[in-house]
């Protein structure tokens, strides 16, 4: 250890010099020692060999601040959302701090502006947080979270994501105008570099908005045509309701797990489906996978219809 008060005291000439040594010695090894120097000043370094940080004195010396490693590690105090640990002269509370165990924030004005932190399982894990704190979804929170689990939340009271493209520069150009790509990766084509294929995506144009899913004739085999239909369109039972949430709309639909029985691919999730908590996973319907077999339905009883009055006007004609 090699720490001194900083005080030379009147003694012989033998005792002089040594004490010079010892002051010396604590000025060259910046006062080292596992614990701190009994005799302190403001503005005083002491490398504090249990810590394994190099210190300093605060201004008022009533206290140490950690100014790095001593491997050469840089180290920052917590600070606050008012007074950052790293900040900027000209700035003082606009920079990064501690806001939590395992976190770090960034402010600018005082102001909490982003926040990494784990949320815990089931709510994204290790999260940026934009403008909040928690995950919006679940917290009813405005903000955006970027999850480490590949989700992106978003929460606001309305237009929650606002999509926005040029106008196309030309008529030609008209109708290409995509703004959100769908894309789904297989153990077969996941290879570095591949984006996996196309499954559908939102485009538009000048008026109108256009809801895309993948249907190429390149992509199919076994394609028959579909009969049959009128007999399973009858069996779907349409339904009036009103959702729990809100009493008093009534409006038409279907039972999603009865439609599943007929149209499975209208269908995800499953009858009656619980989380790990307990919690309902709802099952969701999309009504346009229904479009082929009320196209195969109407089709046949066109044919019906037609066949119907050939034979009417046949009897009429005697």
Same mark, same amino acid.
């Given at each position: ?9 009147? &003694? ?14 604590? @000025?060259?090894?910046?006062? =080292?020692?596992?614990? +701190?120097?009994?005799?302190?000043? &403001? ?15 605060? %201004? ?8 790095? $490693? ?16 790293? +900040? ?9 701090? #501690? ?6 924030? !960034? ?14 399982? $089931? ?23 970027? %999850?480490?689990?590949?989700?992106? #939340? ?17 008529? =030609?150009?008209?109708?290409? $105008?995509?703004?959100? %790509? !769908? ?15 196309? @499954?559908? $995506? ?32 009858? +069996?779907? *039972? ?15 639909? !279907? ?16 009858? *009656? ?27 046949? &009883? ?17």
């Amino acid at each position: 250890m090699a720490q001194a008060d900083g005080v030379v005291a009147n &003694a012989s000439g033998a005792a002089v010099r040594s004490d010079l040594n010892n002051q010396l010695a604590a @000025v060259f090894t910046t006062h =080292s020692g596992a614990s +701190s120097p009994s005799t302190t000043y &403001a503005y005083q370094l002491w490398a504090d060999t249990t810590a394994n940080e190099l210190k300093i004195r605060n %201004s008022t010396n009533n206290a140490w601040i950690s100014l790095r $490693g001593l491997d050469g590690s840089l180290n920052i105090q917590d600070g606050s959302v008012g007074a950052p640990g790293l +900040s900027f002269t000209s700035d003082s509370n606009t920079g990064i701090y #501690r806001s939590g165990a395992d976190a770090i924030a !960034f402010s600018t004005g005082g102001t909490k502006r982003l926040e990494i932190k784990d949320l815990g399982t $089931g709510q994204g894990d290790n999260s940026l947080l934009w403008g909040t704190t928690v995950n919006p979804n679940t917290n009813y929170a405005a903000g955006i979270q970027f %999850s480490q689990t590949g989700t992106i #939340r978003v929460g606001n009271l309305s237009n929650c994501l606002t999509c926005n493209s040029l106008t196309p520069t030309s008529e =030609s150009a008209a109708g290409t $105008g995509l703004l959100i %790509s !769908f894309r789904h990766t297989t153990t077969e084509d996941g290879a570095a570099g591949n984006i996996g294929t196309g @499954v559908g $995506g939102i485009t538009h144009n000048t008026t109108s908005t256009s809801y895309g899913t993948t249907s190429d004739y390149r992509l199919k085999e076994n394609v028959v045509t579909l009969t049959g239909a009128k007999a399973r369109l009858n +069996s779907l *039972d349409v339904k009036r309701f009103n959702f729990i949430k809100n009493p008093s709309l009534t409006v038409d639909g !279907f039972l999603a797990h009865e439609v599943g029985g007929i149209v499975p691919e209208a269908i995800t999730g499953t009858k *009656d489906e619980v989380d790990e908590s307990g919690s309902p996973i709802y099952q969701n319907i999309d009504q346009a996978k229904l479009v082929p077999l009320l196209t195969a339905a109407l089709q046949e &009883a066109f044919a019906e219809i037609a066949a119907l009055t050939t034979r009417v006007e046949t009897l009429e004609a005697g």
